[in-house]
């Protein structure tokens, strides 16, 4: 195994899966690809959490990224973390990104129902197109008092 791509959005799921990817990564001596896809009406990070952003540019993209690796891996994950930010969809450029990858991670926020559905679930278009096998985290679950 020589890539993993792993799909990073700022959630708690996303860190989870990019760090179940590090840790695959050091078994295989692999590379990791961390992919956060953004668009004008789906922006990421601190720039928009008051909301829309028109000035949201790749270069934002970019810094919510490196912050989400770095919170969720710090400074040295003891492999190799390619950051990729693409303007699309989230499913698209994931599955394009994993066109050259030895495996698919990403990460399941579990919203069912009518919203999942109205939606359509990232993980779900994963794992029925992806050319390369998928990996799908889950949110870990939390204590009960």
Known sequence: MERIVVGVDGSEVGAEALRWSVEE??????????????????????????????????????ASLAAAVHSAVGDDPGVTIEQTTVCDLPARALLEQAASADLLVVGSRG????RGLLLGSVSQQCV?????????????????P
């Open 25 to 62: 990564a050091r078994v295989h001596g692999a590379t990791v690809v961390a992919v956060l896809a953004w668009s004008y009406l789906a922006q990421v990070g601190d720039a928009v959490a008051g909301g829309f952003t028109p000035e949201y540019s790749e270069q934002d993209a970019a």
């Open 128 to 144: 029925h197109h992806s050319p390369c096998p998928v990996v799908v985290v889950h949110p870990a679950s939390k204590p009960s």
């Open 111 to 114: 919203r069912g129902g009518f």
